[in-house]
Every structure is written in C-alpha cells, then in structure tokens.
C-alpha cells in the first residue's frame, strides 16, 4: 500500500501566500510515501516544505516555476503502475482529454497526472486514467478567478487505486473517492 | 481417505460417541492421574496451555472439553484480529459510504480507519525492528517470513488490545518460546503421525469394519464413492489393533489431533493452522496473570498496579523483594551487593521482564519455564490482620515466589564470583552474563527450596524482623569473610599496596582467617550458613512458642524480654517494611564493626602475632562457648548444648564435625533446611548464642576495653534517640533496660548487641513519626559511627605502637594515623552540627 500525494500550481508567491491551512494541517509526515507535483510552485522554499512531507519529490517544470532544471515530463513506476507527470501547459488545447490522452500513449503510462488548468478533473480513457490534481492554493488561472483549492492522493494498492480528492469548499475540506482498477491483462 | 473419515465420524456420532470415546477416555485419564499432572510429558505446548489456564486440565475435563474451549479461545482470536486489524482498502461493514471526511488517509481523526491504520503501521514498525533480532540462533525458525508474521499479529494485537501497556522491548521474548513450543508440539504430531500412520487413518476404519452391517443402511452413496479407499483398508484392518493399546502418550495425541470430535476442525487441540491462535491465548495468559498467576505485563507498566504498598512499579517492587529473600538467605551477599551499589533493578529488570529469556538457552529456559507455569498460582491466605504479608506483591502467590526464588538462586550460583569482586561494574556483568553451562536442575532445586522460604509465614509476614535477626547472626558468623573489605574500604580497595600499618594487619588476620575455614575442607558460607539454618531449624521447633520458650526451656532470658518488646512493637505499630529492614542491615553492618574493633584489640592482646591470632581467636571460642554452656544453657535443653557444641565444633575447624552433625557434611542437606519455616524468635536465640559463645571468649582477653567500647555506643545511640525526638525514648529507655538485664547476666557482648538492637527497634518507632528524617539521621549517625571507629581503630594503633618495642617506622605511621584521626574528628563534627540543626 502506497500513499502519492498529487499536488501542483501552487503560485507561491505569486498568486497565492501560502497552502489554505486547514491543508497545511492535514498534510503531516510519516503518512506519504511519494508527492508528485506538476510544477508552478513557483519558488524553492514550496519545494522545501514539500520535501519535509516527503523526501521522495517528482517534479515537473511549470511555466513560472524559478528552478529550471526540473524536467518537462517525468515517469515513475509505483508498485504496479506507471505513473507520468507534465505539467500540461504543453499540452494544447489546455485540459484537452484527447490531447492528454495522447501524451499519455505517448509516455506509455497507466495513470497522467497533468495540471494547469487549476480545475480538478479525473478520467478514465482507453484502460489508463488522467487526472489533474488543479491548484493546491486555489490561485486563479488564465481562464478563471473562481477556484477550488484541491489536491489529489493516490492510494496504490496492488492492481487498484483508489484516488481521494481533497477540495476546499466554502472553508470546508470535502473529500470524494474514486476507484479504478487496472486489469492486469492491460501490461505486457 | 477423506470421505471414509466424514462418513465414518458420523456414524459414530450416529451410533453413540460416547461409547466409544469414553473407554479411551478413561484410560488416558487413570494413566494421568497416576502421574498428576504431567499428563502432555511430552506435549509441552498443550501442559503450558493447562498450566495457564487456556485449557481445562485434563484429569478433571474430557477432551471433548478440551477441544470446545480450544475451540472457543480461537475463535476469540480470530474474532479479535477481524476487529482490530485494520485494512483501510475494505470497508467493514460494507457499507459503500463511510463519512470520507474522517475515513481518508489524511484525516486528523484518531478513531478513523486510518488513523488505527497508520498507529498500528507504527507500532508494527517498532514491533518488527525487535522481531528481526530475535534468537538469531534459531534464526531458521524464528527469522522464517512465516513465524515472524505470526509474532507480529500477536504482539500488534495483544497491544492494540490492552493500549494500557502497548508494547515494550521484552515482550517478543516472552512470545517467542511459546509459539515455539507450540511449534515443535505440531511437529512432534506430524512425526508421530507418520510413524503411526495407521492408527490416524484406521482409527475409524476398524471401527467400522466390525459394524459392516450397519453402515449399509447409512448413507449409501457416500461409501460407494469410498468404495475403493474401503478395500485398500481391508487389508490394514487386520492388523488394526484398538487405540487402547497404544502408548499413552501416542494415544493422547491422537486424541488431540483427531478432527472430528467436538467443534471440528476448529477443536484440534495440536493444529498448526491454529498455532496463531493458541500463541495469543498463551501470550494473553502469561501477561494478564489469569487465574492468579504473576501477571507479566505488570513488569512492563511504569506505574504502580493497584494494591502495591510500597507505590513502585511492579518490576522494581520485585526487584526490592528479591534482595530481600536474598538478604535472608544471604545476608553477606545481600550486604557486599548493596555496598557496592548494585541495585536489584539493575539486573532483575531484564531477568524478570522477559522471565529469564535472556540468560539461558532457549531449552533451558523451556524447562525453567515448565517449572514457573506449573508452580501453584493461587493467592496465598493471609491473616487479616497482617498488613506487612503483602508489601512484596511477588511474594502472595508460589508463583511469583518460585520467580524471584529463581532469581535468587541465580545470584546465588555467581555467589563466589560476586563476593570477589570490589566494583559494581563487574558485579552486574557477571550478573548479567550468566554462565551457559549451569546444572540446571540444580537451580532449579535450589529455587524450589527458596521458594518455600519465600513463602514461609515468617518471610512474608514478620519477614523484616526474621531478616534483621537473622542478618545479625549471619554477620557475626560470616564476619571474618566480611572483615576485610569492611576495614579497607571505603577509601582502599584491596589490592592496593597496603599503605598504612592497621590496614595490613587486617589483610594477614583475614588470610589466616580463610585458612582456616579452608581447612575445615569446605567453601566458608556453605558449613556455616548450614549450622546457622541447623540451630535456627532446631531452635524453631522447641522454642517457636512462646510460652515453652520462656518457661521450659533454659535459653537466656534476654531473648524473651527482647522478643516481647518485639512484639509490642510490631503490634502497636504497622513497621514499614524496607525502612526496618535498612535498619535492621545498618545495625549487622554496626555490628560489623564492633566486632572489628575488638578483635583489633583482642589481636593487641595476643602481641601483634597474627597468624596466631586466628588460632588463638579459635581457642578463646573454644574456651568462651564452653563457658557459655556452663553459663547460658540448661543442662536440661539440649537445644542450646548443640547449638555451643556446633559452634564450638565449627570455630574449632575440627574435622570430626560430621560426628557431631550431619549436616554440616552435607551442603545440599542444609539446603532442605532453608525450606522450614522460620520465626523471628529462634533467630534472636541464635544470635544471642552465637554471640555469647564469641564474645565471652573475646572478653576473656580484653574485657576492659569491650566495657568500654559497649558503653561509647551505648552513648552514643543514646545521642542518636535524643535527636530523634520525645516518641522515642520511651522505647530507648525499655532497650536500655534490657541492657540492663543484659548486664547483669554478664556478658558483655550481649550488652553491645542488645543496646544497638534496641536502639535500632527505637529508631524504627521514630521512623514511624517521620520516616525521611529518621533515614537521614540514620544515615548521618551511621557514617558518624563509621568515623568514630576510624578515630579508635587509629588510637588503638598508636597504642600497640607505643607499647611495643620492636615496630619499625613508628614516627610516620604514628603521624599518619593522627592525621586521620584529624580528619575523621572533622567530619563527625560536621555531622554532629548537621544533627543538632535537625
């Protein structure tokens, strides 16, 4: 059983002082095995406080982040799954699930973990599974000033997984659930 | 195979079980009854499972009972692990819609899923980084992936289940042998079953053969399906003989693996599919202490349990209570340990956490282990009156005696190792590495016999007041063994180049000293611990009356007077155990030193010739006991004539003794002796005896300065009780009239025991009305005892120097001397300002 926070757009400082502290306070160490982060951080102090949650960071570069040595994409493999992460502004039309799907062929992943449009969405597409964690701050995007701080975490168990959705509304942390399974013939 | 079992196990339900099952039965029973209770002699994983409880002992239970609570405690465990072993991934009640704001892996809620998920992940990390390091030894067993889940689960599951104690290093070690217990019972079966392969698949199948008839009408179909199992069995049938014939033993087994008695599958007394489950109920017993036993999960818990008087936590209460036996058995031992500071927890903490895991082997410790379960666990009855009986809980059931009687034995065994040695350091290494090659049986024995004195009345109830007496004669028999790393330290350690005259003096009258008792043929404490517990044996069984003592038999009267107002003590007041018991132990350590101090001066006497002077000390005893019989004992008890006639023969080496008492020939006989109950009262006769028989001899040659000296401490306890208050003295002026009385039977020595026992029992009063104070004024008056006999010692030598003619280097010895003197005056005056502050 493996825990992977999925985190990204933050905009520190940019757009955004810091994580909603009722986010702050659930995420602790000890409980997280890996965090993957889409990038837009932006500054190395976000990745320090990431890197106290979890020692096991991937992240991808976004298009404000400061470090620029962070890769466009990156693959990981976790247990079972092959886990790719962009940070999707590459990635046109932005949010685009035709688009993110072919990157993910492309990548040849089980489960696409793309941000920058700061709006959580989860599919499931063609056996594989794409999610956006949207923006961990609620910073705003280029399409809209109305948004949901939210993040994702991924609980991979063997050949399931089973995705918790951590949204921020009206002050509240509202939790969804959403389960996939991998069908083992899918691997070759 | 298997459908014959099916079919032929209901038949015999069919027809009548208990026909069948009975004869069987009974026969197993009468043979356990013959041997009591070893009945599993070689199932030890079931014997353990009687002896805590788990299952119903066999004698007084069928196996179908067996079977039903086997069967029942197993389903409490897996009943237990369903609810307690969390997986987050399932939900429990299958309810698709559990409340995700608390049931989510980051959820703050302590009570969620998760969060019982992520404490035990905690828990089991701690638990497996202790499994891992287990018996590396045994590593293929206990290392393999299989056994080291199944410790995991118990240990998780046994501290998710009692949060109270949650888990301690130690506690693996105690689970380990019982699963391996359980291990190697499963796998006796499965070589048991291979060797009788016949009576576990034929058991049925004979039994069937000769009801051919009725099976016919019984469910048809199913034997044609076995038809061709059946024929295969035809042949074996001949040669089937019944169960009865069997081995016992054999028998038992195939009684206890059978599968389709009570409960099933479920009821199989020896399964390895269910070992999880019986190591838990096992664990479960041991720690919680059913049905009385010692609860060792109280050695874990860093607070006192309820009902503990003295406020400790167990384990240290234990630790304290296995001194005390040991001051009584040994009080030499008792006392070089506590000089040097080796405190019991030191060592007991880890031998009774994990019941002596750590210092034997793992099959030693298995037969340790059969001793300590077996051992009687109910609560001894206690008079309810007696408030100290309880003040070591350890010592209220046999168990728990038996446990610390163990240790004691132990420590007993480095006895020679430890008495050698002048650093604490090494002491508790010793302690702590205990040799490998032990005879284990006979500690075992020797436990066994501590046991019972633990548990003798006067042990555990007027136990304090038995072990200052008996303290007291033990530190005037074993002195000369004491002597010397008395006179040496505390500022010299003996092997350092002697640099003052006295020290060497001492170190040459110890040597001859050990001479001697080396010529006797035998290690010093055994013979004289035997005639202590010989006299003290036979003095029990005349004088532990009081009345016939007083009136019959013609001990001295100090005794009596001193035991009354021993009496009145203990009635009037609830003696706080330990602070009595430090008394007691500081007035032997007193003691000590008295008799220092008169050698020091009987050695005057006889000219400085010390390897006379044991000889010489030999003869005076000889001289002064006889006297004394003359004197003390009635020609009508020949109580007190053994007890001079032992003593003299005894102090005289003579090698003969054997004539006089068997015992002393017989360390191990001796050893039985211990077992007696014993009276507080014998033991004040035996030290009054003993020291009459001493000290008469001594003050034969210097009676001046015994007068002398018995008055500077009379004097000065009298010092100490005016400082302790108004309460006090009271009982001073009765300890003094018993000096008095003393006196007046005229012997000296008695004069000095009884004035500083007196005192000792006033102060006890005074700890009464406050107890701290008292133990630092005890304290201060000790080490100002300690320095006037520094002052003495020292003048005393000035003395010897002056008068005689032929010693060397008198100046700087002389200056030497004076200025420790000096010093020593320093510091008691010091301390007689710090006591007249308080």
């Not at chain 2, 290093?169 to 048991?192: C, F, I, K």
Request: proline share 4%.
């Amino acid at each position: 059983m493996v825990l992977v926070l999925a985190i990204g757009d933050l905009h520190i400082p940019h757009r955004a002082a810091d994580l909603p502290p009722k986010f702050k306070s659930m995420l602790v160490p000890g409980k997280i095995q890996h965090i993957i982060c889409t990038g837009n951080l932006c500054i190395k102090e976000v990745h320090d406080y990431l890197k106290s949650l979890c020692p096991d960071l991937h992240i991808t570069r976004g298009e404000y982040d400061e470090d620029s040595r962070y890769p466009e994409t990156k693959t990981l493999t976790i247990g079972q799954f092959k886990l790719g992460i962009c940070h999707g502004h590459q990635v046109i039309p932005w949010g685009d699930l035709d688009s993110l799907a072919m990157l993910q062929r492309q990548l040849d992943v089980d489960i696409l973990i793309a941000g920058h449009t700061h709006q959580f969405k989860a599919y499931k597409h063609e056996g594989g599974v794409v999610i956006n964690p949207g923006s961990a701050t609620g910073a705003y995007s280029s399409f809209t000033y109305d948004v949901n701080p939210s993040f994702v975490l991924m609980d991979i168990d063997g050949l399931r997984v089973v995705v918790y959705v951590y949204e921020l509304i009206d002050g509240e942390v509202k939790v969804d659930k959403i389960d996939f399974k991998k069908t083992a013939t899918t691997r070759s | 195979m298997w459908v014959i079992y099916f079919f032929c196990s209901n038949q015999l339900i069919f027809m009548s079980p208990a026909a069948i099952e009975r004869p069987m039965l009974e026969s197993a029973c009468s043979k356990s009854s013959d041997e009591s209770r070893r009945s599993f002699a070689n199932l030890r994983g079931v014997q353990w499972r009687t002896d805590l409880g788990i299952l119903p002992p066999l004698s007084s239970s069928t196996i179908d009972d067996l079977r039903k609570v086997t069967a029942d405690s197993r389903r409490r465990y897996a009943c237990l692990r369903r609810h307690l072993l969390v997986d987050p991934h399932l939900p429990k009640d299958g309810s698709n819609s559990p409340n995700l704001a608390i049931d989510n892996p980051l959820s703050q809620n302590p009570d969620s899923t998760w969060g019982r998920f992520f404490r035990n992940a905690e828990l089991e990390k701690t638990v497996d980084q202790d499994l891992s390091r287990l018996y590396p030894e045994h590593g293929n067993y206990f290392q393999s992936t299989g056994c080291q889940g199944m410790l995991r689960r118990i240990l998780l599951l046994w501290c998710l289940r009692h949060p109270e104690y949650g888990y301690r290093q130690g506690m693996h070690e105690l689970l380990a042998p019982l699963l391996y217990v359980l291990h190697v019972d499963v796998e006796r079966l499965s070589e048991v079953r291979k060797e009788y392969e016949d009576h576990f698949t034929d058991k049925f199948d004979g039994l069937s053969f000769q009801e051919n008839d009725l099976r016919y009408n019984f469910d048809f179909k199913k034997y044609l399906d076995s038809m061709e199992d059946e024929i295969g069995s035809h042949g074996n049938a001949t040669k089937v003989r019944s169960l009865d014939e069997l081995d016992p033993e054999i028998q038992t087994i195939v009684l206890l693996s059978d599968a389709y008695g009570a409960e099933g599958e479920l009821g199989i007394v020896l399964s390895e599919k269910f070992m999880e489950h019986d190591a838990y109920c096992m664990f479960d017993a041991l720690m919680n202490g059913a049905h009385g036993a010692v609860a060792m999960a109280d050695f874990f818990s860093p607070s006192p349990v309820g009902g503990s008087h003295s406020g400790l936590p167990p384990v240290i209460e234990a630790s304290a209570a296995l001194y005390h036996l040991l001051s009584v058995v040994d009080s030499s031992l008792h006392s070089h340990l506590v000089e040097l500071g080796v405190e019991p927890q030191y060592f007991a903490l880890r031998w009774l956490r994990v019941l002596f895991g750590r210092e034997f082997s793992l099959e030693n410790l298995l037969l340790i282990w059969d001793e300590i379960f077996a051992a009687d666990k109910n609560k001894l009855e206690k008079g309810a009156g007696d408030d100290t009986g309880s003040t070591f809980g350890i010592f209220s059931s046999p168990q728990g005696a038996l446990i610390s009687a163990f240790a004691v034995s132990m420590i007993l065994y480095l006895r020679s190792s430890l008495l050698s040695t002048e650093n604490a350091t090494i002491c508790l290494q010793r302690l702590l590495k205990f040799p490998e090659n032990i005879d284990l049986r006979k500690l075992i024995g020797k436990a066994k016999s501590l046991q019972a004195l633990a548990l003798g009345p006067s042990i555990s109830s007027s136990s304090p007041r038995c072990g200052g007496a008996y303290n007291h004669s033990k530190s005037m028999v074993v002195r000369s063994h004491t002597l010397p790393s008395d006179s040496i330290s505390p500022k010299t350690p003996l092997n350092m180049v002697p640099d003052s005259y006295w020290e060497e003096k001492w170190r040459v009258l110890h040597k001859a000293a050990e001479q001697r008792n080396g010529s006797s043929g035998k290690q010093n404490p055994t013979p004289k611990k035997g005639w202590t517990e010989k006299v003290r044996l036979s003095l029990s069984r005349t004088a532990s009356d009081p009345s016939p003592a007083k009136a019959g038999c013609g001990n001295d009267h100090k005794p009596s007077v001193r035991r009354r107002l021993l009496e009145d003590l203990s009635q009037e007041l609830g003696l706080d155990e330990d602070t009595e018991k430090a008394g007691c132990d500081e007035v032997s350590g007193q003691k000590d030193h008295i008799c220092k101090v008169v050698e020091v001066e009987n050695q005057d006497g006889v000219n400085n010739d010390f390897t006379c002077v044991a000889e010489e000390r030999c003869l005076s005893g000889i001289a002064g006991s006889e006297e004394n019989s003359s004197l003390f004992s009635d020609p009508s008890s020949p109580l007190s004539g053994a007890n001079n006639h032992e003593n003299d023969s005894e102090k005289s080496s003579v090698a003969s003794n054997s004539s006089i008492d068997e015992t002393d020939d017989h360390p191990e006989a001796n050893h039985e002796d211990t077992t007696l109950p014993v009276s507080h009262l014998p033991n004040n006769a035996t030290l009054n005896s003993g020291d009459n028989n001493e000290a008469t001899g001594k003050s034969l040659a210097v009676p001046k300065e015994r007068k002398l000296l018995s008055g500077k401490f009379q004097w000065f306890w009298k010092f100490g009780r005016s400082n302790d208050g108004e309460e006090t003295s009271e009982k001073g002026n009765g300890a003094l009239d018993v000096t008095k009385s003393a006196n007046d039977a005229g012997s000296q020595s008695s004069t000095v025991c009884s004035s500083v026992d007196g005192s000792c029992y006033s102060s006890t009063t005074g700890d009464l009305v406050d107890q701290n104070m008292m133990g630092s004024l005890r304290n201060l008056g000790h080490s100002m005892l300690e320095h006037i006999q520094v002052i003495e010692s020292v003048f005393q030598q000035d003395r010897v120097q002056v008068g005689s003619s032929d010693n060397f280097s008198k100046n700087v010895l002389v200056g030497k001397g004076q200025v420790t003197a000096m010093t020593a005056l320093k510091e008691l005056r010091k301390i007689s300002n710090l006591l007249s502050e308080m």
